[in-house]
């Protein structure tokens, strides 16, 4: 599945109308079992079948760039995060990196309070963002007296909520550029407030708007999102972008009739290197023939059997296969600013 795809069917069932709790009923289900998933992605229908599995994501990978420049990507702002942003920071400080990408496309947002952490290790001494409600409002500050690093946030149209307080507290700090596109604009506070049960309707609730945004320079973000310092566009094979391709651990092998979401990840990669025309996340006859033809390719023992070797084959081909097609140009941007100061 990809971002901005709409769920609307589960085991047959629509979800049209639906409300979350609805979906997630019959979404949910014990581990190992699987559930088939329509949804509809640019006007088109599609079928997945899914194995329901316990996940635990992490939202932060940090690596080191060219040009000794730190690179923070973090997809949502979960309980906990701030303290995997410092570990990523402690590493960088090891070896004296002072300019950072921090990457939050894609970041849908999250915790108020890790947002607020987050922002402390970056913001000096002064305001991070202010909660307006109707009759008081709480003010977030940063008591960083000795900030230590420089800035470029990545954003997109899906970063949104919290993302977007971390990114325009950034910007109004002068702390750092934000380079991307617009982001989401949503700035609002929300409480879900139970409704009278009455003879037609059970269990409603309402989501009523009790708070909004205010950041540092007194700008709200709400429906006009955080507009980039310096705007790209990154339109190239958008399919590869981040979070769209599922990693393949090659930590286990597959037979004919396995299903597992690194079955997924592999047909991902044999979609893409032209070896299968769909995915389903089970190794079904199309998906053993679309392997013995890459076995052969590689010149590794045609079994159809998705083994450790041949995942880690399919691994550094598809890598081979972005370098060659794919160039993120809102981070290449981002280095070069670093590279350049503009």
């Not at 910007?171 to 934000?178: I, M, S, W």
């Amino acid at each position: 599945m990809k971002v901005g795809d709409k769920i609307i069917a589960a085991d047959g069932k629509s979800l049209v109308g639906k409300t979350t709790d609805d979906a997630v009923k019959l979404i949910r289900g014990q581990e190992g079992t699987t559930v088939v998933i329509d949804i509809l992605r640019d006007g088109k229908t599609y079928r997945f079948t899914i194995v329901r599995r316990k996940i635990k994501i992490p939202v932060v990978e940090y690596k080191i760039l060219e040009n000794n420049i730190g690179y923070i990507k973090l997809t949502q702002f979960t309980q906990g995060c701030s303290n995997d942003v410092k570990k990523a920071l402690d590493e960088f400080d090891k070896k004296d990196i002072k300019n950072i990408i921090f990457d939050i496309r894609n970041n849908p947002g999250g915790l108020l309070d890790e947002v607020i952490k987050t922002c402390e290790y970056f913001v000096p001494e002064g305001p991070i963002v202010t909660i307006e409600y109707n009759t008081f409002k709480d003010e977030y500050k940063s008591k960083n007296k000795n900030p230590k690093y420089r800035l470029v946030v990545l954003t997109n149209e899906s970063s949104a909520s919290a993302s977007e307080i971390f990114a325009q507290a950034i910007k109004d700090r002068k702390v750092g550029v934000v380079i991307g596109t617009k982001t989401y604009g949503k700035g609002t506070v929300q409480n879900l407030v139970s409704l009278p049960e009455t003879d037609t309707k059970k269990g409603y609730v309402a989501k009523v708007t009790v708070a909004k945004y205010k950041s540092p320079s007194g700008y709200y973000v709400e429906g006009k999102g955080v507009v980039p310092d310096i705007e790209v566009q990154d339109d190239s094979l958008s399919q590869f972008g981040p979070d769209k391709i599922l990693s393949l651990t090659a930590t286990k092998k597959f037979k004919n009739g396995d299903m597992d979401l690194e079955v997924l990840a592999a047909q991902q990669r044999l979609f893409y290197l032209g070896y299968l025309s769909s995915w389903t996340a089970k190794m079904d006859d199309s998906t053993v023939a679309a392997v013995k033809k890459f076995q052969k390719d590689n010149k590794l023992y045609p079994s159809g059997v998705l083994d450790i070797t041949t995942q880690k084959k399919l691994n550094e081909k598809f890598i081979d296969f972005l370098k060659s097609k794919y160039v993120d140009k809102q981070l290449q941007r981002a280095i070069q600013y670093f590279k350049t100061g503009k």
